[in-house]
């Protein structure tokens, strides 16, 4: 049985969907939190450090 848990790591496809934005807004930023690669094609981001970082970076 799986636990109804949110899982803590998200590709940036998953991110874009998921914030409303475009994933080039996230992927071309030098700043932007250092993903885990798992595969040639597939990296996952940290969803807490993302949301810090596009937290810091609001526009006020």
């Given amino acids: 049985m799986q636990l109804n848990t949110i899982p803590k790591y998200y ?4 991110l874009a969907l998921m ?3 475009s994933k080039n807004t996230l ?3 030098s700043k932007f939190p250092k993903g885990i690669q ?3 094609r597939r990296t996952v981001y940290d969803i ?3 949301k810090a970082y596009l937290e810091s970076n609001r526009v006020q």
């Fill in 11 to 14: 590709s940036l496809d998953e």
């Fill in 19 to 21: 914030l409303g934005c």
């Fill in 27 to 29: 992927r071309y930023n």
């Fill in 38 to 40: 798992l595969s040639k």
């Fill in 48 to 50: 807490t450090e993302v």
